[in-house]
């Protein structure tokens, strides 16, 4: 079975702290994502990248950045976390053109 | 970009009834997903079909990719399939997934 594994279920931070997501997959797979979710907006892409040490904008990157140097591992970085990135923070990875599958999701209160 | 619509928005159903639930999009894609969220946020596979028609036991779900929609057909409801069910679709390779709203399911004993 395909594991993506996110390496914290809650977390809370503070307003201007510097915030590490981790995301780790054991398939191989070439392509990882960073998606948000927030009631009433529904997921939302932030990053994804297609190899090693390349990424691409999703739909709402501002306030974020992304790291991809080993295949298996992509992290979401806020550098400077604000209230408004309290959220649901979702990670996937698939092969090209194929199925992605999800982390069980870290949820992130910036107090 | 490609617009993902579901319906409906929400459902309330008795156990042992049959639901279907559908998604339509704005443009062609070559990934369409559908997934089941279940209670603590995590995001389960139901079916990779950009095209065609598929089937697992209890759900079935099929794609028309010329007519730009697909449906989810979920038979003899059980408590447990309780939950919001999303629609997501790309329209490339290495392109993340657009989501629809969701549709939010709840089986009443």
């Not at chain 1, 950045?65 to 080993?70: A, G, L, M, N, P």
């Not at chain 2, 639930?21 to 946020?41: A, E, I, K």
């Amino acid at each position: 079975d395909v594991k993506v594994t996110q390496s914290s279920r809650y977390l809370v931070k503070r307003t201007g702290e510097k915030v590490f997501l981790e995301c780790v997959q054991d398939m191989d797979h070439e392509n990882m994502f960073w998606y948000r979710q927030d009631p009433g907006l529904g997921l939302r892409l932030i990053y994804f990248s297609y190899d090693v040490k390349m990424k691409e904008k999703g739909d709402i990157p501002e306030g974020y950045s992304v790291s991809r140097e080993k295949k298996e591992r992509f992290s979401l970085i806020l550098e400077s976390a604000s209230t408004n990135q309290t959220s649901m923070y979702l990670c996937a990875s698939s092969l090209v053109g194929s199925t992605q599958y999800f982390g069980a999701g870290t949820r992130l209160s910036v107090l | 970009g490609i617009q993902v619509e579901q319906s409906p928005p929400d459902l309330i159903l008795q156990e042992g009834a049959n639901s279907t639930l559908r998604c339509n999009f704005s443009d062609s894609v070559n990934n369409l997903q559908w997934f089941h969220q279940n209670p603590w946020g995590q995001l389960i596979n139901l079916f990779y079909i950009p095209s065609g028609t598929k089937q697992n036991g209890r759900l079935s779900a099929t794609t028309v990719a010329t007519e730009r929609y697909s449906l989810l057909y979920i038979s003899s409801s059980q408590t447990t399939d309780s939950g919001v069910y999303f629609c997501a679709v790309s329209g490339g390779g290495a392109d993340g997934l657009t989501f629809g709203k969701g549709t939010h399911l709840i089986i009443q004993p």
